[in-house]
């Protein structure tokens, strides 16, 4: 299903996605092509830690079944009062763009030689330019726990 309008709560919700930072425990290449996907809170309603931790669960099956590499990292917002367990999965967008409709997410960013694009998946929107990913990485010694 893909949302034909971008009514109020989308379009902040579109909006909070723009302003996402990064959590990871090691740095990226900056000329790696990855896909950044996350299988908390589908459409954007907000779930309970557990359940975003079976969901991560199943998005970790769905991509290991792909045999491509992918790294744990944090999507978290500028003050860090909201974060979400996410995948950097290195493979194409248009795969990417598959397997976050799969696990009913909005969006996903892609990254492409240091560039983050953020792109609608159920929602219609522009892909939106964010300039340089490394620019929203912030490295930490290890990823926080989120709720158990």
Request: charged share 20%.
């Amino acid at each position: 299903m893909i949302l034909t309008r971008m009514d109020s709560h989308f379009e902040q919700l579109w909006h909070l996605y723009q302003s996402t930072e990064f959590l990871l425990t090691q740095q990226l290449s900056p000329f790696s092509q990855f896909a950044i996907i996350t299988a908390h809170n589908p459409q954007g309603r907000i779930l309970t830690a557990c359940q975003n931790r079976l969901r991560d669960r199943a998005l970790l099956r769905d991509i290991e079944s792909l045999g491509v590499p992918y790294r744990a990292m944090i999507g978290a917002s500028r003050d860090l009062s909201h974060m979400e367990k996410s995948w950097a999965v290195f493979l194409s967008r248009e795969d990417g763009l598959a397997l976050a409709r799969r696990h009913q997410q909005n969006a996903i960013y892609y990254v492409a030689e240091n560039q983050l694009e953020l792109l609608p998946c159920l929602m219609q929107a522009t892909p939106a330019q964010m300039g340089a990913f490394s620019e929203r990485v912030r490295l930490v010694s290890e990823l926080p726990d989120l709720g158990r």
